[in-house]
């Protein structure tokens, strides 16, 4: 997980820990599930990653391949835990560090939760917790989760993520490129070509550094780069021989 002093303060990073926070101070007769949705490539991640470090969150990142068994153990992993022999025993386990930790849990990846039709082992932590948990998942994460209606109904908020603006642009220019200096017409550039995708934005910055060091820019703006191409996502066209 990248540290909380390396993750740029984008606006989607502002908004997930927001959430959170939003949640974790929450009157009590409310529901402690916040979800953090969006299309891939926006920088969920990089936010789940600072807003797990912010507040001190047992992070988990579902995989595709995990079963039930296998995603239990992981968060007992991360608490520091043994994970007990029976998935009801695990699930208590995991509830019980949660109300005696006082810290917040965030599943990201949580599609592939709902893929394995196991939302309602979340529900259980949950309602075995009172825990404020953290979802991350994509754009349809809301449609899908409407299927488990009794989890749907525990959840405080759902929060959309945001494409990468001008001013997550030049952020993230600074992070990653800090020798090199982007005009305000190149951060536009760079960040039209790259749809507002945020590791596509990251992608073209390293093009732009590199070529500044091989051709000794100082600073770049949209009339230095001329039409030189930048990364969209799609593949190049084969040319006719």
């Not at 091989?214 to 990364?231: F, K």
């Amino acid at each position: 997980m990248e540290s909380i002093n390396t993750v740029a303060p984008l606006k989607n990073v502002a908004l997930c820990a927001r959430a959170l926070q939003r949640a974790m101070d929450r009157p009590h007769h409310l529901p402690g599930i916040v979800a953090f949705y969006g299309p891939s490539g926006i920088g969920k991640s990089m936010a789940a990653a600072y807003t797990a470090n912010k507040h001190r969150a047992y992070y988990v990142e579902a995989k595709s391949s995990w079963t039930r068994k296998a995603f239990l153990v992981a968060v007992l992993t991360e608490m520091g835990i043994e994970p007990a022999k029976t998935i009801s025993d695990m699930v208590d386990q995991v509830a019980e560090q949660l109300v005696k930790s006082n810290r917040p849990m965030i599943v990201d990846e949580m599609d592939h939760i709902v893929q394995k039709s196991a939302p309602e082992l979340i529900r259980d932590i949950y309602d075995a917790s009172g825990a404020t948990i953290l979802i991350i998942g994509e754009e349809r994460l809301e449609n899908k989760l409407r299927r488990w209606e009794r989890f749907h109904n525990r959840v405080l908020e759902w929060v959309q993520g945001q494409y990468g603006d001008i001013e997550d642009t030049r952020l993230l220019s600074q992070l990653y490129a800090p020798d090199t200096q982007f005009a305000p017409d190149m951060l536009d550039h760079l960040r039209r070509q790259s749809d507002g995708i945020v590791s596509r934005i990251c992608i073209n910055i390293e093009k732009v550094r590199q070529e500044a060091l091989a051709t000794g820019w100082e600073s770049v703006d949209l009339a230095t780069w001329g039409n030189r191409p930048l990364y969209t996502g799609t593949a190049p066209i084969r040319e006719a021989v």
